[in-house]
């Protein structure tokens, strides 16, 4: 991985999506789980055109200064569904059913069968994004532990067995991953938070095995969900200093809509902060000395060696000039603060 400046800047995954790729309207009102059917041009156009999109998710990245850069997550049709329903052992005609976060049932993958990864999924997701741009790049994966609870299991009936045999699919994709390019490769587990007693239970032992034999620098996010579904958000993790002790560099945290209390990040002394300073919930831009000023609040708890600047969430559910516009305050917050440490 290149040298990268201090207080880099990288999205936690996903950006806009272009109107003429995805409908909108209808992402909207769902975060889909299983194959959602959302997506405008017809099969024998759409990789073409998912390519033309993270094309212009790659440039936008670029064009604001941004250090680290992903696809976009601009072939899902959300940052789960792609990989799930991707895997063996999942029933794509007859749905299962879970609460989501806000407590409502949400059609999931059901498992008929044992879960097994028949093939990469991100894998030429990771190529393109490598052929396209000499920046430092992040490809993100579902995480096990989100998986499982994102699924009706009809075969295992044993969540633990479950999310592990989850997190061998997950260990062989990042390990191709890293070998198409990768410099970084986030585990999105969000649903740790919404259940921590059972991320405790199993779901660091299914973290472990994701990681088994990975040698390369491994992020994992953690957020309260989107702002455009969640809006009542905590303002503390019920699961966070627990992954001290795993073997991921990089902990992703949402700290600037829900004004986290940032002490908690004084137990992860040995991890590098992804810390979000961008707000998805308003769509007002930040200015850079807003940006600014969300930074230099964790320099009592973390030194800025150990910080990546970055917005709480996937920007997915923003309107593109909205999402380019905090991008690039976000960029030049980070930009003031580093002058101000003379670096």
């Known amino acids: 991985m290149s040298a990268l400046p201090l207080l880099p800047t990288a999205l936690v995954g996903s950006y806009p999506q272009p109107d003429w790729l995805i409908d909108r309207e209808r992402l909207s009102k769902q975060v889909p789980r299983v194959v959602a059917n959302l997506w405008l041009p017809g099969p024998n156009e759409l990789e073409a055109k998912q390519d033309e999109a993270t094309l212009l998710a790659i440039r936008d990245q670029e064009s604001v200064g941004l250090d680290?850069?992903?696809?976009?997550?601009?072939?899902?049709?959300?940052?789960?569904?792609?990989?799930?329903?991707?895997?063996?052992?999942?029933?794509?005609?007859?749905?299962?059913?879970?609460?989501?976060?806000?407590?409502?049932?949400?059609?999931?993958?059901?498992?008929?069968?044992?879960?097994?990864?028949?093939?990469?999924?991100?894998?030429?997701?990771?190529?393109?994004?490598?052929?396209?741009?000499?920046?430092?790049?992040?490809?993100?994966?579902?995480?096990?532990?989100?998986?499982?609870?994102?699924?009706?299991?009809?075969?295992?009936?044993?969540?633990?067995?479950?999310?592990?045999?989850?997190?061998?699919?997950?260990?062989?994709?990042?390990?191709?991953?890293?070998?198409?390019?990768?410099?970084?490769?986030?585990?999105?587990?969000?649903?740790?938070?919404?259940?921590?007693?059972?991320?405790?239970?199993?779901?660091?032992?299914?973290?472990?095995?994701?990681?088994?034999?990975?040698?390369?620098?491994?992020?994992?996010?953690?957020?309260?969900?989107?702002?455009?579904?969640?809006?009542?958000?905590?303002?503390?993790?019920?699961?966070?200093?627990?992954l001290e002790g795993t073997k991921v560099h990089q902990v992703s945290i949402e700290a600037a809509q829900p004004n986290l209390d940032l002490r908690v990040l004084r137990d992860l002394p040995s991890k590098t902060i992804i810390l979000g300073v961008i707000s998805l919930a308003d769509m007002t831009v930040e200015t850079p000395e807003i940006v600014a000023a969300r930074i230099r609040k964790a320099f009592d708890h973390v030194p800025p060696e150990r910080i990546v600047v970055a917005p709480d969430c996937g920007m997915k559910y923003l309107p593109r000039d909205v999402a380019f516009g905090k991008m690039r305050a976000m960029v030049e917050g980070a930009a003031v603060v580093r002058r101000e440490l003379g670096r």
Not at 68 to 86: C, K, L, M, P, W
Not at 136 to 149: E, N
Not at 151 to 162: H, I, R, T, V
């Open 68 to 242: 680290i850069v992903t696809d976009g997550e601009q072939r899902r049709e959300s940052y789960s569904n792609r990989f799930a329903t991707a895997l063996d052992g999942v029933d794509l005609v007859n749905h299962g059913t879970t609460l989501n976060r806000s407590g409502k049932p949400i059609p999931v993958p059901r498992i008929a069968g044992k879960i097994a990864r028949r093939r990469p999924v991100e894998v030429r997701d990771m190529k393109f994004l490598r052929a396209n741009t000499k920046r430092v790049t992040k490809m993100t994966v579902p995480g096990p532990f989100t998986m499982a609870k994102q699924a009706q299991d009809n075969f295992y009936k044993d969540e633990a067995a479950m999310a592990l045999d989850y997190a061998a699919a997950v260990n062989a994709e990042i390990k191709d991953l890293f070998a198409a390019g990768a410099d970084i490769v986030q585990i999105d587990e969000p649903w740790m938070q919404q259940h921590p007693e059972k991320a405790r239970q199993y779901g660091l032992k299914t973290l472990e095995r994701a990681l088994d034999g990975v040698t390369g620098t491994i992020a994992i996010h953690l957020c309260f969900g989107y702002a455009a579904v969640v809006h009542d958000k905590p303002s503390g993790y019920s699961f966070l200093p627990e």
